[in-house]
């Protein structure tokens, strides 16, 4: 059974950092794209950044120069800094391999940015 699990959320103050984790159990992880979705109240689901297995990342341009993803054997993180209140959403990992259908999300983390 594949599962991706996400931690690492919470409430934060504007210009804090948060660090969001997601460990992956039941693929070979190192041969998917990973990455990180967000979906705010009212929103479309989108993506925030992504990761290749040879490396690339991609960035929304929202997020750039402010966030980080990197990757270990069964693990993905979101190194997240200079949080503002648009920041604010529901974050979602994920893992796409080469067929569509071979997708799979995690359940979500909540970060929200407050004072």
């Known amino acids: 059974q594949v599962q991706l699990v996400e931690s690492g959320g919470g409430l934060v103050q504007p210009g804090g950092s948060l660090r969001l984790s997601c460990a992956a159990s039941?693929?070979?992880?190192?041969?998917?794209?990973v990455g990180w979705y967000r979906q705010a109240p009212g929103k479309q689901r989108e993506l925030v950044a992504r990761?290749?297995?040879?490396?690339s990342t991609n960035y929304a341009d929202s997020v750039k120069g402010r966030f980080t993803i990197s990757r270990d054997k069964n693990t993905v993180y979101l190194q997240m800094n200079s949080l503002s209140p648009e920041d604010t959403a529901v974050y979602y990992c994920?893992?796409?391999?080469?067929?569509?259908?071979?997708?799979?999300w995690g359940q979500g983390t909540q970060v929200t940015v407050s004072s």
């Open positions: 990761t290749t297995p040879g490396g």
């Open positions: 994920s893992a796409q391999g080469f067929a569509p259908a071979d997708r799979y």
């Open positions: 039941g693929i070979m992880f190192s041969i998917y794209v």
